[in-house]
């Protein structure tokens, strides 16, 4: 299960952005065409947090679908999987425009009064 090492990671750039304040909300982007389960990262979640300042946070996830398009004959077509077949010609030259991202989209801190 690489989900875990992928969601440590986003531990330390959720830390790191955070600049030492409390994390609130962790919203991420994850494409569908990426090899990556989105319950499995929500899964490992809060195991990652424990002891950080990111303990307690609410994990949003945002599922981006697969959009393909044919270089034959400029077809738009969504994707299920990394590759694919042009409904209108045929052809198997299809270049991914999204569905392949993993970002880390937004981050809520609790505001410091001082």
Known sequence: MHE???????IELALEHSRGMKVR???LEIGKLTAIMPESIAFCFDTCC???NVEGAMLEILEISGLGQ???CGNELELEYPYGICDRCG?????????????LKSL??????V
Not at 4 to 10: A, D, S
Not at 98 to 103: A, F, M
């Open 4 to 10: 875990l090492g992928i969601t440590q990671n986003i």
């Open 108 to 113: 809520e801190t609790e505001s410091l009064c």
């Open 70 to 72: 044919c270089q034959d």
């Open 50 to 52: 424990q002891g950080t």
């Open 25 to 27: 909300r962790v919203v």
């Open 91 to 103: 052809s198997r030259n299809i270049v991914i425009l999204q569905g392949q991202e993993l970002n």
